[in-house]
């Protein structure tokens, strides 16, 4: 997915490697959340008391024509660890439809029984990484994300006590890794990128060929990896070995509304 607005959505060309797409520059002159802020305590009084705050990125950019809206949320899960937090994250399957491969947290659709974003984001979690909801302290929500295929996604925070083991839904988790919370609420780890491509059924003017422009953002993480489903044969265990794991798309903007709520 893409996390910046683009005006042309139906003739959107889709990405399919997103790390070959130029790195335009970093925002390495944003200062990072405070380490002092980026503890339990700190985060359920901002989550308690919020300011107002405008998420920076609101959604992918236009929707795809036809498309009915489809509710839905994402767990944020920030794992309590000895060294700090860390945010839980997973690595889709290859064979997936959509988004393969991508890096996500657990979540998905809304189903009429849950009856709330929360419970929504805890069955999902539930379901496809075996996170049981007894671990998990939820402590508020980030502003609504909207994709071009028409989700709305309410990103819900929680808190994870450690302890909990996971057990990974095969068809859709390949591999599950934690990633230092202050790793990613430091803009200078947050990558631009921007790819220009030819709108498709666009006639030239006077002045050229049409362009379109697609922009994203990235958060490439190298360390080591929590638990595999084995669901793909090239997807090993890396908790001996680091590997790089591309943090892009809607993940990395939801992840930039996060710093963007704490650093206000």
Do not use: C
Request: no cysteine; aromatic share 8%; hydrophobic share 40%.
């Amino acid at each position: 997915m893409s996390t910046l607005p683009s005006s042309r959505p139906a003739s959107r060309p889709a990405i399919q490697d997103p790390r070959a797409i130029p790195v335009t520059g970093t925002d390495a002159h944003l200062p990072a959340v405070p380490r002092e802020h980026l503890t339990p305590a700190w985060l359920r009084e901002r989550f308690l008391h919020p300011l107002s705050v405008e998420p920076e990125l609101p959604g992918d950019g236009g929707i795809f024509p036809g498309r009915t809206t489809t509710q839905a949320a994402v767990l944020i899960p920030l794992v309590q660890r000895a060294e700090g937090l860390h945010v839980l994250l997973t690595q889709r399957t290859a064979h997936l439809r959509d988004h393969a491969g991508q890096i996500s947290f657990p979540g998905g659709r809304a189903e009429p029984e849950d009856g709330s974003p929360e419970r929504t984001a805890l069955r999902e979690a539930e379901e496809e990484i075996g996170l049981d909801e007894r671990f998990v302290d939820l402590i508020g929500q980030l502003p609504i994300y909207r994709t071009v295929t028409a989700y709305e996604v309410t990103p819900v925070v929680g808190l994870i006590r450690p302890g909990f083991s996971l057990r990974l839904d095969a068809f859709e988790v390949a591999e599950a890794f934690e990633v230092p919370l202050e790793f990613l609420m430091n803009p200078a780890h947050h990558q631009r990128h921007t790819f220009e491509y030819d709108p498709a059924g666009e006639a030239a003017d006077d002045k050229g060929p049409l362009k379109g422009r697609r922009q994203f953002l990235s958060m490439p993480w190298t360390g080591p990896g929590l638990a595999v489903s084995n669901a793909d044969p090239d997807v090993t265990l890396t908790a001996d070995a680091s590997k790089e794991f591309f943090i892009w798309g809607a993940t990395a903007a939801m992840l930039r509304n996060l710093y963007r709520f704490l650093q206000v």
